[in-house]
C-alpha cells in the first residue's frame, strides 16, 4: 500500500489569480504529494513512479525469457532449458549474485526411498525458496538445473550494501534445512537434509556485448559448492571422531 502524504514546502503559480495583460505572476503554496518507500522514507511521487518503473522493466526483462510454458519445472522453478536460455541471453539491469545448489545426501534417500519420496523433498525446497527469498515477484529467479541440482539467482535491489547482501543470502541457505516425512512399507520416516551451495557475484550490463558470462559463473558457482560441500564433509568426520573419543 502506497501512503500519500503532503510537502509543504513547494510552490507553483496559481493559474486561477489574473491581472492585466495576462496571468498574475503570484506564487501559492501547495502541496504537491509524496509516498512513503518501503524503507518508510517519503519520497517525491515522480521518483518513486521512476522507481516502479525500473522494477517492472527489470522483471519483464527477466520474465521475458521465461515466459514460455516449456520453461517450467515439475515443481515449480524454471527448468533446464530456461536455465540455458538465460545464460546465454539475460542482460542484468543490477548487480547480483548466481548461486549453485546442491543437496546434501539426498541421491541415497531417492535410491532407498524411490522417485516419489524423493520428489516430496525437492517440492518441499522450492517452497521453502519461494518463502525466503523474491522467487514469487520475479526478483529472484530459482532454476532446477537437473536431479537435485539448482542454479538460485539473486538481483541486488537493496538498501543494504553489497556485502550485507550476500551475507544475507549465505546466512539463509546455511539454516535451510529441507524436512519430509516419507512412507516406507506403511511406516512413516522423518528426513532432514541440508544443502551445499556456491555463491558468486556479477556486475550490471547496458547490453549483450557487456554483459557477464553466466556459464563461466555458473561453473565458478558449481566450484565454491564443492568446495563448501568437502569443508561440510569435514566437519562432520571430525565431529563424529569426538564422539567416539569422549564414550
Not at 166 to 195: A, R
Not at 207 to 226: G, I, T, W
Request: charged share 30%; net charge negative.
Amino acid at each position: 500500500m502506497i501512503d500519500i502524504v503532503k510537502d509543504q514546502s513547494s510552490t507553483f503559480p496559481d493559474r486561477n489569480a489574473t491581472k492585466k495583460g495576462g496571468l498574475n505572476p503570484r506564487w501559492r503554496e501547495i502541496s504537491p504529494p509524496q509516498v512513503t518507500s518501503e524503507d518508510g522514507e517519503e519520497i517525491p511521487v515522480i521518483m518513486a513512479a521512476n522507481k516502479i518503473r525500473e522494477k517492472i522493466i527489470n522483471l519483464m526483462e527477466g520474465n521475458l525469457l521465461l515466459k514460455e510454458s516449456d520453461m517450467k519445472d515439475r515443481f515449480g522453478c524454471q527448468n533446464a532449458k530456461a536455465l540455458d536460455k538465460f545464460l546465454n541471453e539475460f542482460v542484468p539491469r543490477h548487480d547480483g549474485a548466481l548461486v549453485f545448489i546442491d543437496f546434501r545426501y539426498f541421491k541415497p534417500i531417492n535410491d532407498a526411498y524411490g522417485h516419489k519420496e524423493g520428489d516430496k523433498i525437492l517440492q518441499e525446497f522450492v517452497d521453502q525458496i519461494n518463502a525466503n527469498f523474491r522467487t514469487v515477484h520475479g526478483e529472484d529467479i530459482l532454476f532446477r538445473a537437473g536431479g537435485d541440482e539448482f542454479v538460485l539467482v539473486c538481483q541486488y535491489q537493496e538498501t543494504a550494501d553489497f556485502d550485507t547482501f550476500i551475507n544475507k543470502i549465505k546466512e539463509k541457505l546455511k539454516s535451510l534445512v529441507i524436512h519430509s516425512i516419507i512412507n516406507h512399507k506403511g511406516q512413516d520416516i522423518e528426513v532432514s537434509i541440508g544443502l551445499d551451495y556456491g555463491v558468486v557475484t556479477y556486475k550490471a550490463a547496458k547490453n549483450q556485448s557487456d554483459r557477464p558470462n553466466f556459464s563461466e559463473l555458473k561453473h565458478q558457482a558449481d566450484v565454491e559448492m564443492y568446495k563448501y560441500k568437502q569443508a561440510q564433509h569435514k566437519l562432520a568426520e571430525s565431529g563424529n571422531q569426538a564422539i567416539q573419543l569422549g564414550r
